[in-house]
Every structure is written in structure tokens, then in C-alpha cells.
């Protein structure tokens, strides 16, 4: 089956929903949220890097790889924000979505892509 959308395009979605997310909450210092965009490996993550009312968070809360396959693999999604539904929404196909966070028995139950 044909990808309706190529891997540069689809790694250029993903960086655009990281661009956004990493400026959501603009009460933040603005390295507080860490961007790692792989472009050659089409690795992209989000870390929190802050201290907030005396709690210090960090730790990657997004993990999206784009395999040269075109299949898009949603390794981590700590957003609360159902990144799943935006790629959709960007015009990624569902098979082309991996959750990568689900079991292989239950990825094609949810009727993403399997992996």
C-alpha cells in the first residue's frame, strides 16, 4: 500500500505538535521543556527539565520515531493530550500510527497499525 504521505512530510507533522506542545505553558522558564528533533533518525522527544513549587520534574513526556517504512511510532505519550488523535487529524492514515506504548495483541484491536 502507498503512504498518501511521504516521510519528510510526516516528519515535519511531528515537529510541528512538538513545536506547539513545547510552548504551551508560557508560565515556564523557557528551558524547561527540552526539544531533541532527530531529523536523520526521525527520533523526536519532549523532556521536562524544571523545579515547580519545590518539586523538581524531568523526564521525557513525548516519543515519536518516523521509521524510513513511513510507519509513525508513538512510543510515549505523556501529554494527556491523545497525540494518536492529532497525527490522525493531520491526515495520517491510522494504519501508518504505531502505538508503541500498547502490547502487539492490542494494537490492532485499537485499529493502528501493528507493528
Known amino acids: 500500500m502507498d503512504t ?3 516521510v519528510k512530510s510526516k516528519k515535519l507533522i511531528v515537529q510541528q505538535i512538538l513545536e506547539q506542545l513545547a510552548q504551551v505553558d508560557s508560565t515556564e522558564p523557557a528551558d524547561a521543556t527540552i526539544k531533541i528533533l532527530d531529523q536523520t533518525g526521525g527520533h523526536y522527544l519532549l523532556f521536562n527539565n524544571t523545579w515547580k513549587d519545590g518539586r523538581r520534574y524531568y523526564g521525557c513526556f513525548l516519543h515519536i520515531d518516523v521509521h524510513p517504512d513511513g510507519k509513525i511510532w508513538l512510543q ?3 501529554t494527556g493530550l491523545n497525540i494518536a488523535e492529532q497525527l490522525l487529524e493531520a491526515g495520517i492514515a ?4 504505531v502505538l508503541g506504548f500498547q502490547p502487539p495483541s492490542v494494537r490492532g484491536v485499537l485499529g493502528f497499525g501493528g507493528g
Open 4 to 6: 498518501l504521505i511521504d
Open 76 to 78: 510515549h505519550d505523556g
Open 94 to 97: 491510522k494504519e501508518e500510527i
